[in-house]
């Protein structure tokens, strides 16, 4: 029974593990539509979100089974805990690469309007946060998690520039593409979205490692 339970906690770390991955995957994919746009991409990630939502129902039932059948000492039982919460996070990361791809296909977001913008490095910026929160449960390394939440201060930055850089632009007299210029925002704001699951995926590492759960977004 013990071999069982040693291999479906090793399940739910592969699991979640691949989860986080495709993740990463979706985000990666989606700035580089927003950059090139030069084929129709959002069929590709959708497919890769749809997969990221098979996983979530999949590591949410390998949960539930672990709970039912095992009775997990208090170290796994946080491993576990934890998981079935995270997963809502990296899927509704998923989600947001889905939505800023579809926002992408509307075209009206030029690359030309990236390049050199407060966005890109911003959306770089939640990309790396994402890979640090994989990596931080992966090798369930606090600090590594630590250096997630305080990531999130840079993305938060980005985003009050490029607001700031909206409010000039809707007080300028050169307002020729009102269209792009709210798609700009909206995928500034699911990248500010992304950046906030980032910093619950860290919470929760930080939770398995410690036993302490401390301040959790939406």
């Known amino acids: 029974m013990r071999t069982v339970y040693e291999e ?17 995957k979706a985000i990666q994919e989606a700035i580089d539509y927003l950059l090139t746009q030069t084929v129709d991409r959002e069929e590709d990630i959708a497919k890769v ?8 129902r999949d590591i949410e039932n390998l949960c539930l089974k672990i709970f039912l059948r095992q009775q997990p000492v208090a ?5 576990v805990s934890a998981a079935a919460k995270l997963v809502s996070d990296l899927e509704r990361i998923g989600n947001n690469a889905d939505d800023i791809a579809e926002i992408v296909g509307k075209h009206n ?4 309007m990236v390049e050199n913008s407060d966005l890109l ?17 992966v090798k369930q390394d606090e600090d590594l998690a630590r250096m997630v939440i305080d990531g999130d201060d840079v993305v938060d930055d980005y985003f009050d520039k490029v607001k700031l850089g909206l409010v ?40 398995i490692v410690t036993g302490e759960l401390e301040g959790h977004t939406n």
């Open 8 to 24: 479906e906690l090793a399940q739910l770390n592969s699991g979640l593990t691949a989860m986080g991955e495709q993740c990463v």
């Open 49 to 56: 979100v749809n997969d990221i939502i098979q996983q979530e």
């Open 75 to 79: 170290a796994d039982l946080r491993v």
């Open 109 to 112: 977001v030029k690359p030309e």
């Open 121 to 137: 490095p911003m959306a770089r910026a939640a990309e790396d946060m994402l890979s640090r929160a994989v990596n931080s449960f």
């Open 168 to 207: 000039k632009y809707f007080d300028s007299d050169e307002q020729e593409n009102i269209d792009g210029v709210l798609d700009y925002f909206m995928i500034a704001k699911y990248f500010e979205r992304i950046a906030d699951h980032c910093v619950n995926i860290a919470q929760w590492v930080v939770f």
